[in-house]
């Protein structure tokens, strides 16, 4: 029998490659293969590939056992079980919020590459990342104020359970778009909001077609939703909204684990520091982290630094001014300059779909930025409290 390492594939574009999940994880242990039309679990038709990562790939199914249309997201993870991810899916479902994701429906597969855990939750367009408003609109920035709202809200409610969760990896990637509006169309039209799948063939180096029940005969590439977003015929698919997801990261403040994991750029100074590597202290500096980078567009800290102490010194000198020294509000000032220059030396293309930025809203934001971002874990402001920032008055667009 041939081995996964003697597939090729067939690409119309190079960049198909990063657009699709990798074929040699289609393995014992790993992806389970599938493809367009299967039914799975005698329920759940997949009609288009909404993603995938490390653990998973998720799907766009219709119910076909609903009594009218439904659409739903179906996540298949990979047959190496992990007891985390299954903490994680069950305190998401404790903890049921619309700002939390939690599934709708779960069961288990078996596959040729092993025993699979499944998941359906409600339809998941991209992450807040992802999201692509109209270019310098005003409801843009509302639409993002209610989206980092909503991921405040979040973390708030993680926070304040009876066993003091912290959620361990919030960022940006774990917040994803509700999708809305699918229901009741037929499948045809879904597609032609969506775009019609397109397909990567699997081919052996001999370029002929790969015939192996552990791997699919083509990868599919995930929906573009920079291109559906912007059809006429996509108008009311998302709101303003943000859902949480994946809290296969999180434990309970009283019982931390060995080990938290690496630094990212959403680590704070004490974790970078490996001083303090958990507690919610941890997920506040990287809410202040998250929330900066979806209403501009940009990272807040970049890790191209290979030594822990020149990363804290990237963060003081964004932080502090020495010639802001004299002001009760120093640190208010530093972050408000720091973002001006930020957007505007900034020639990435994400910033110009996050709205109007005006003066006064930066000053809010930099007040609120400046409670979550304190050097010291204890004088960080809580989930809570940061909802009643007045940055959040603002208007807030859904």
Known sequence: MAHPSDIGLELEEKQSISKTEHILNYTSRGYHPVHLNDVICKRYKIIHKLGHDLHSTSWLCSDITAETLKYVTVKIRIAKFSREDYIGELRAKILSRACILSYIDSFEIDGPNGHHNVYVYQVLGPSVMGFYPIPNCENSAAKLRNMCFQATKALAVIHAHTHILCHGDFQPAKIFTPVFGLDGRTEPEVLDILGTPKTVEVLNLSGQAYDLQTTPKYLVEPIDWEKAFSEESSRGLTRGMACLTDLSHSYSDL?????????????????????QSSGQANDLWALGCTLFEIRFGLQLFNTKYEQPEDFIEHIKELLDSS???NNPDYEQVSIREAICQMISESEHPAVQYRGKVT????????????????PDPKQRISAREALKNDWFKLPRAW
């Open 359 to 374: 003066e006064s809203e930066l000053a809010l934001f930099a007040n609120l930025l400046s409670k979550l971002l304190k």
């Open 323 to 325: 010639k802001n020294a």
């Open 255 to 275: 019982q931390p684990p060995a080990d938290i994991g690496r630094s990212t750029a959403y680590s704070s100074p004490e974790k970078v520091l490996e001083i």
